[in-house]
């Protein structure tokens, strides 16, 4: 369903909302979208200089907040602009929010603002489209007409009523219900391509409106807009364009572990032990059947849907073009939603079903009447219930229907058909009664059905075709006969039928279609024929079929469309080309086809193919990525990839850059194909290796670079042409051990300049002839040790400084003469322990130092006096936590300041509450990008 508009110059509009619905309801909400066709208004849109419209008629905020249908509202703002083509021959950007029409003059007023925006072309178009959230009836002042909603406004009243750009001289009606000191403009920070708080614009003394002097809707790009409203490039030359600048603009993650981050102007640079870097999906993404490949295939923009922020293991759809989604999830979108939520077909969180659970790991199946889930809870929709339960489709509530199950452990496989609800797992009793590995409930009341394959093992999947239950799994025995792995079961009685294909390794899917049973798993044959991974089977004769898609690891799922076989799973190749997580082959030959997802490594668990959508859940957490072999540049204030190529073959671990070269540290022998040991330098636009090649003769840890000199701190004891142990300083230009020699004994871990003192944590206990346990500074420029001497009783993996203090984290408990856990501040001059003291209950091992905070990361569960896992924020001057508990899945490896922004990199899969693998930026609100 659509309002649209175009004209050109101020001809008569007529709209239409297309599609049928009821008539008579005066307001509703509606997902608006401006397409700018020329390039002087795109860029004005991008630079923020667009407001769109003002008025009691209609209203709109960022993000997808709603408004309340009796709020009245007159102000307006706009989301973020993506640079993706519209539709049909347009080819520049749009402006997408949501918007509440009350009226025909609303829409109206919206037409003409966006038509004077154009401006001056006059063969200029504009296309607005107005798709309805809920199926809901025409605005006032449409006429509902063969169960259309139609008006005809003249572009002209449209063009009266738009106020200027710049305008906070209303008049008293248009105030009407409104706080004197509302501000004239509300809309979301343009800086923040996904800021679900909206950014206030006040008026200036003057009484105009005024956009932040640093905001733009560029976002993605290092571009700023100068004085005279162009756009320009920063300092350095660097052309920061974003691989991907379709809609789909989201934050970007890395597929492994994160161990460096450095921001130099608007770049992100990272390093670590990763191959491809991509926009972040969640667990779940709608994808549109056709051809095509990456982000082209998604259903809607990545910012447009409902992400499920984790692990997608089971789906089902409602029949409706939507679906349960079941995991290890707490939040999808922004509603906190644990192990299960519903999405509907156009991708948003189904605000009315809340199964309100105590615990995730769900599997799901789907009745007319039901969901059925099983997972790890002892409580859901409501109602005690101990790891499987029957939900209201509506609501999530709990259904009487509790057969008991021994734990959440025992179950496997769950489906539904209908009478049944058909199970698997380890368990030997259900509702008491002895039941091995299988067994079958009623769908209704829940009571233990007379059917009893038995069997030695579990299925992981179930296909239920008439009279047949094909269940596959791992099991040697199954119906009261020899079935390795498959069988076909009676469902009435549970004894296995004649067919017995027998695979030669674990089936984790099954599908009956018609006359043929495709399987996928982790095998390598069936009926002694090789068939790796994925089958078709005659489904009456159990013979294998010539079908050979012939994937190069496991696959989970399996749905059929026409003519089209879905895969899905953790393979990187089907039919010798390459495809990760999903493909696409032939029904008849098994030929692979052009569909390419190209999902994140870790997996798709399932895929259902309804109503035009294909639906994927899985581990995976991008799609569309681009190969980065351990090291990739961001954009720094969207997290967007960059065009930014470089490779090693091992681990990067440190990473410094002065605007004219980026310097890399780690564990590798090799820089983009050539040998650089342990220490090499990039070109910051294109990633190039450069000549530079101190040769290094082990681990560097840490970099930083000023004036001219590269200090390096590791594990080395040659670099640079010199004798020099574990921490030297090397000339930008040569690659050459400058005089600075300090001389620790041992290893350097940590490394931080501030001001012209370099601040050193390891593993040492002398420097040069001197005792320095453990931590030390020395003169930046002549390399003289400085009194400074905290005298640490063990290994110091982190240092930060900031305003006098110097933050140290490692393994000792005294130092600086204090008994101290882990984390100390220190004197800057003397060295000596202020009374800062968080005590975190564990390792700490990464810290950084922003305004009044000091953020650390580590092994500890409680710090300054609170329950955190993993990364904590700390008051700089009392050593108590804050509020702020983003509980990464596991320990961050590194932490930046990315220009007053926290950004964190590791080895997590989740951060904050959203799916981030690997790297992730946190906003002022604390909030996850």
């Not at 692990?311 to 029949?319: H, I, M, N, Q």
């Not at 009447?369 to 859901?380: E, L, M, P």
């Not at 089209?564 to 799973?569: E, R, S």
């Amino acid at each position: 369903m659509a309002i649209r508009a175009r004209f050109t110059g101020r001809p008569a509009l007529t709209l239409a909302l297309l599609g049928t619905m009821l008539c008579g309801c005066q307001c509703a909400q509606y997902h608006l979208t401006l397409h700018y066709p020329d390039d002087a208004a795109w860029a004005r849109a991008r630079r923020g200089e667009l407001v769109v419209a003002r008025g009691a008629q209609c209203a709109a905020i960022g993000s997808g907040a709603p408004i309340a249908d009796d709020e009245v509202v007159t102000r307006i703002g706009f989301a973020t602009a993506d640079a993706a083509p519209s539709i049909g021959a347009l080819e520049y950007g749009e402006l997408t929010f949501w918007a509440q029409i009350r009226d025909a003059d609303c829409i109206a007023f919206l037409a003409g603002c966006a038509e004077q925006e154009i401006q001056p072309r006059a063969d200029a178009r504009v296309t607005v489209a107005l798709v309805p959230r809920t199926e809901v009836g025409c605005p006032t002042g449409f006429t509902c007409r063969s169960g259309q909603c139609e008006v005809a406004v003249d572009a002209a009243v449209a063009d009266g009523a738009r106020p200027d750009h710049v305008d906070t001289d209303r008049a008293a009606s248009d105030r009407a219900g409104l706080d004197a000191a509302a501000p004239d403009v509300i809309g979301v920070d343009l800086e923040r391509p996904d800021s679900n708080p909206i950014d206030v614009w006040q008026p200036d003394a003057a009484g105009t409106d005024r956009v932040r002097p640093d905001a733009r809707a560029d976002v993605g790009s290092s571009d700023r807009a100068d004085a005279s409203g162009g756009d320009r490039t920063d300092a350095g030359g660097y052309d920061a364009t974003p691989r991907d600048r379709g809609a789909n603009r989201f934050p970007w993650i890395a597929d492994g572990t994160v161990y460096s981050l450095h921001r130099h102007v608007d770049v992100l640079y990272v390093g670590g032990d990763f191959s491809r870097i991509g926009p972040a999906t969640g667990g779940a993404i709608f994808l549109d059947p056709v051809a095509g490949n990456g982000t082209s295939l998604l259903k809607y923009p990545l910012d447009g849907y409902a992400h499920v922020e984790g692990l997608g293991l089971s789906a089902a759809p409602d029949g409706s073009g939507g679906y349960y989604v079941g995991g290890f999830f707490s939040r999808v979108g922004d509603f906190d939603r644990l192990g299960i939520a519903h999405l509907l077909a156009d991708g948003t969180v189904d605000p009315l079903f809340d199964a309100g659970a105590d615990n995730d790991g769900m599997r799901i199946a789907v009745s007319p009447s039901a969901v059925y889930v099983f997972g790890y809870f002892s409580s859901i929709g409501g109602q005690p219930r101990s790891y499987l339960a029957a939900l209201d489709r509506a609501t999530g509530a709990a259904l009487p229907w509790a057969p008991a199950i021994e734990d959440a452990f025992a179950l496997n496989a769950i489906a539904v058909a209908g009478p049944a609800v058909y199970l698997s797992g380890n368990f030997d009793t259900v509702d008491s009664q002895t039941r091995h590995h299988f067994a079958a409930v009623d769908a209704d009341d829940g009571t233990l059905l007379p059917w009893d394959p038995g069997g030695d093992g579990t299925a992981w999947a179930f296909s239920v075709a008439g009279t047949v239950v094909y269940a596959g799994g791992s099991f040697s025995t199954a119906g009261g006969q020899p079935r390795r792995n498959l069988a076909a079961l009676d469902a009435t009685t549970g004894a296995a039928t004649a067919w017995d294909p027998s695979p030669d390794g674990t089936i984790h899917a099954v599908l009956a279609d018609g006359d043929t049973v495709f399987i996928g798993g982790s095998f390598a044959s069936v009926a002694s024929q090789t068939r790796h991974h994925v089958a078709a089977i005659d489904a009456t004769t159990g013979a294998v079929l010539p079908w050979n898609p012939d994937a190069n690891a496991a696959v989970s799922a399996i749905a059929v469309e026409g003519a089209i076989v879905y895969l899905a799973g953790g393979f990187s190749s089907i039919g010798g080309q390459p495809r990760t997580g999903l493909a696409a082959v032939d029904v008849a030959t098994g030929a692979v086809l052009p569909w390419d997802p190209d999902v994140g490594p870790g997996g798709v668990g399932e895929l259902f193919v309804d109503q035009g959508t294909v639906f994927a859940v899985g581990y995976f957490a991008e799609i569309g990525g681009v190969p980065s072999g351990n090291l990739a540049a961001f954009d720094a204030d969207s997290l967007v990839g960059l065009p930014w190529s470089a490779e090693t073959d091992d681990r990067a671990v440190a990473i410094a850059s002065d605007g004219n070269a980026v310097y890399i540290g780690g564990y590798f022998n090799q820089v983009n194909g050539q040998t650089r040991y342990f220490l090499a330098a990039l070109d910051v636009a294109s990633g190039d290796l450069l000549p530079w090649n101190p040769q290094s003769n082990y681990i560097v840890e840490a970099l930083a670079v000023s004036g001219g000199v590269v200090h390096v701190a590791g594990w080395f004891d040659n670099i640079g042409g010199e004798f020099r142990s574990c921490l030297a300083a090397l000339d930008t230009t040569t690659g050459h051990a400058t005089s600075w020699n300090p001389a620790p004994n041992s290893i350097v871990f940590a490394m931080v300049r501030d001001g012209n003192t370099i601040y050193a944590g390891g593993d040492f206990t002398l420097f040069g002839s001197q005792t320095r346990n453990h931590i030390a500074a020395v003169d930046a420029t002549s390399g003289a040790l400085l009194p400074f001497d905290p005298d640490a009783d063990d290994r110091v993996y982190a240092i930060a400084a900031k305003d006098a203090t110097v933050y140290a984290a490692g393994n000792f408990q005294n130092i600086g003469g204090q008994a101290r856990y882990h984390l100390a501040a220190l004197d800057a001059t003397t060295g000596v322990a202020t009374t800062w003291d968080p005590d975190p209950g564990g390792g700490a091992s990464h810290i950084l130092a922003i305004g009044g905070l000091v953020y650390a990361a580590g092994g500890f569960d409680t710090i300054g006096g609170q329950a955190r896992n993993f990364l904590a924020a700390i008051d700089g001057a009392t050593g108590l936590a804050t509020a702020w508990d983003p509980e990464p899945q596991y320990v961050p490896q590194v932490l930046v300041d990315s220009a007053g922004t926290l950004c964190v990199g590791g080895a997590f899969r989740s951060i904050g509450g959203r799916a981030r693998t690997g790297v992730a930026c946190f906003d002022q609100q604390g909030e996850v990008w």
